[in-house]
């Protein structure tokens, strides 16, 4: 299974705060943790919503917004990707979090990836086979 | 650059509503030219936050709350990652993504290493924080 | 936390440590099973406790905690202790209290060696395939005897035989936990990685229909895979071999049609295959190339898949870079069928007729005698020379030869169209087909 896991905001990484060594140390030292034992696929971190834009979709049609944009607590600074064989392996590992990140302060979400295994079956399902989206179990 | 495009959620994809036949299709071909034009780096689904979680790190204490969450609309429900040339070029990909009807696309830019750029794994990463440490903690 | 909460968090944890904690103890102690018990204990331990105190903090040192002080009443009934400490270079008979925390330095120290010996004792020659496997899943992959046996489709009780036999079988060897050095390294990595290489094929081949642990086992060999990368990173097929798994992994969700049949890989939907993966093979490649390992088994077969993995199309495939890269393979492990696959890349690379020669050289490798791709693409290389009567024949062979009833109809149907196209060509009516 995999997941993601998304490293809230907060006000310093939208404004761009660097981070301090002892934060990168701790977080590269977490990494490597799950680098080395198989588990991480991928992670990276995002440039502030200032650097960003959303894109609104109103009846198909597409409008584009510039960043930055308010609400930091429901943006998105960081991401990892991991492969492990429950969510609870990936709280496990979330709780692992290096403690100084955010002063103390963050919030880490943790969201299951859609794998073509998960579908129950269905009629949708069924028609998604046939258009040859879906394996089947 | 890279960037992550995050699809915002919903009401129908928290309850995981399944997409229709037109809309697989419609984004299969979607992918398939993301590809073909070697800007695809990772595209998935994420199922809805009722089967997720999140840990919450605050005045030393660490708690575990299960999905589902509210607010819809501060939820992310799915993304790609994607290399191209500009922000400008990100925002052209996602004026195509074929949303029938109401949605929200938010762009990001990827922090890069200098160095590396897109190949760089999470492996290759380790070792370069690793090495970052090391010599800030020989300059203490 | 109820008790099932409970549960599932420690079967995470246990997935996560496990290794890890075997490793350590088994440096302790000196022996693999015993360790496996001792980590046992401390899993019931955490059993009995963690429901209600909840999960610690630092679970793995928890673990390591409660097993090391049983580690330590093991080594004093064997009388060990004393030469034990005297190897550690502490002085310890006289300060038993303190023993714990000078164990701790010297295991922190040494944890990535650890389960660096532990995956070579895991994989020693010394124990049967199947025990290697086995063995590697479950103090390795920190995989439970049930979930060893239901990817292998064997009941648990095989599996745990087999576990106790290979346990008791390294110890009456008296195989010491250590990593081999010198000359003897490059034949024990080669175990390890063929042990790797093969739960990853296990999960890798299974056909339709099959229980969804299969694709796990893929999952649990490419982390066996990455762990050894990051123990040992500086062989190069080791990253060779992880190339190679995550680029045939990239394709798992097109290999599969509608109605759950085999598609080729030439036919598959590339929208569908794992960039991700893709990258990181690529990456892993590079990293086996640049320890000079370019001509290594693995990293070769990696180098051809990367090949198919970098066409976005599968017409700007570079079939002649495959061609080039199968012939150093068979130079490095020379096989009749790398000849055969070399065959169909020479063919895609300049025509038909460039296979077919080394193809009817193969026809009379005794080891391909029984094997169906042969006469499959001798057929096919026939087929679009267009030499009909052959080909038809060649794809009758093959249709009789494979146990596959997929891809019997598949090349009964090849010989039916060849049949046809003689007919056509001849003016003739076709020829009845061969009996269904």
Sequence with gaps: MRFLIIRKADTSTEAGVAPTEELIAAMGRYNEEMVKAGVMLSGDGLQPTSKGARVKFSGGQPRVIDGPFTEAKELVAGFSILQVNSKEEAIEWVKRWPQIDGGGEVEIEIRQLYELEDFGPSEAIDRMREVGFAKPR | ?140 | MTVSDAHRAIDAVWRIESARLIAGLARIVGDVGAAEDLAQDALVAALERWPESGVPDNPGAWLMATAKHRAIDLLRRRSLLQRKHEQLGHELADRQESAVPDLDAALDDHVGDDLLRLMFTACHPVLSTDARVALTLRLVGGLTTEEIARAYLVPASTVAQRIVRAKRTLAEAGIPFEVPRGAELAARLSSVLEVIYLVFNEGYAATAGDDWMRPALCEDALRLGRILAGLAPEEPEVHGLVALMEIQASRSRARLGPSGEPVLLLDQNRARWDQLLIRRGLEALRRAEALGGREGSYALQAAIAACHARAHVAEDTDWERIAALYAALARTEPSPVVELNRAVALSMAFGPAAGLELVDELRSEPALRTYHLLPAVRGDLLDRLGRWREARTEFERAAALTRNAREREVLTQRAVECARREADALRVPAPAGPEA
């Excluded at chain 2, 830019?109 to 924080?129: M, N």
């Design chain 2, 1 to 140: 650059m890279r960037f992550m495009l995050l699809v915002k959620a919903d009401k129908d994809s928290e309850a995981g509503v399944m997409p229709d036949e037109k809309m697989l299709a419609d984004m299969g071909k979607y992918n398939d030219e993301m590809v073909k034009a070697g800007v695809m780096l990772a595209g998935e689904g994420l199922q809805p936050s009722s089967k997720g979680a999140r840990v919450r790190f605050s005045g030393g204490k660490r708690t575990v709350l299960d999905g589902p969450f509210a607010e819809a609309k501060e939820l992310v429900a799915g993304f790609w990652l994607i290399q191209v040339k500009s922000k400008d070029e990100a925002i052209e990909w996602v004026k195509r993504v074929p949303f029938p009807g109401e949605a929200e696309i938010e762009i990001r830019q990827v922090f890069e290493s200098e160095d590396f750029g897109p190949e760089f794994t999470p492996e290759l990463r380790a070792q370069e924080e690793r090495q970052r440490a090391q010599i800030a903690a020989q300059r203490r």
